[in-house]
């Protein structure tokens, strides 16, 4: 059973403008949110995270935002770049568990 | 740092036949995971390590698969005997520490695995 859900799987958005990415969760155990990127033929390099004692994180173009009472974050790429167009894994984890549950992952198209 | 390496980077093998993926962890990493990926699925951990002990295997699927830790620097995902729905990604990756959640997990490059 998925605990974290990825819909829309594929989204293409223009050089520029901003790429929002969603997902869900369903296990309230969850505290820590991470988003991956992964390129063809390589595997998922850590993108960002967020701690549930936070609703934003920030870092340059990418931040991310819990909405904890919805259990819902969401990835902004604002301006999305060529380079961008990738998978991007949503994972969430409890604490004491080492385990991450992923969800099935978003492809991004940013055309030039 | 080299990164996590895994090998081969792809196989193909026929129905029956074992198969073996073999992981080298980053120095200095205490955990080490053993992910799927699959269309249907998504991505899926199958077993993790800490300090060579497996600590949760309950993503294995079914007895053919085994994993094995011999040393801090290797370690093997072996199915046998293979299936076609077998026929996956497999990711292995590495992080250091105590797992707070907040422990980065490092992937290798995949195995690309298809069993005809």
């Known amino acids: 059973d998925q605990q974290v859900k990825q819909n829309s799987p594929s989204l293409s958005v223009q050089e520029g403008r901003i790429s929002i990415l969603n997902c869900d969760y369903t296990?309230?155990?969850?505290?820590?949110f991470l988003w991956y990127k992964k390129y063809p033929a390589e595997g998922p390099t850590f993108l960002i995270s967020?701690?549930?004692?936070?609703d934003k994180n920030e870092d340059g173009r990418f931040t991310v935002f819990l909405n904890k009472s919805a259990k819902h974050l969401s990835l902004h790429i604002v301006p999305s770049q060529p380079g961008d167009s990738a998978v991007y894994f949503c994972a969430a984890s409890a604490r004491g568990n080492n385990r991450l549950a992923f969800g099935k992952g978003n492809q991004v198209v940013v055309i030039p | 740092d080299a990164g996590v390496i895994q090998s081969p980077r792809h196989e193909v093998t026929e129905m029956g036949q074992e198969v073996t993926l073999r992981c080298k962890p980053i120095?200095?990493?205490?955990?080490l995971f053993w992910y799927r990926q699959t269309m249907m699925r998504g991505l899926e951990l199958l077993i993790y390590f800490n300090n060579n002990v497996p600590i949760d295997d309950s993503g294995m699927p079914e007895d053919r698969f085994s994993a094995k830790m011999p040393n801090a620097s290797f370690s093997t995902l072996k199915i046998q005997p293979s299936e076609p729905r077998d026929s996956a990604v497999y990711f292995c990756?590495?992080?250091?520490?105590?797992?707070?959640?907040?422990?980065?997990?490092?992937f290798g490059p995949g195995t690309r695995l298809l069993v005809l």
């Open positions: 967020i701690s549930s004692i936070k």
């Open positions: 120095s200095g990493h205490d955990y």
């Open positions: 296990n309230s155990m969850f505290d820590y």
């Open positions: 990756a590495s992080s250091r520490g105590e797992w707070t959640g907040e422990e980065t997990q490092y």
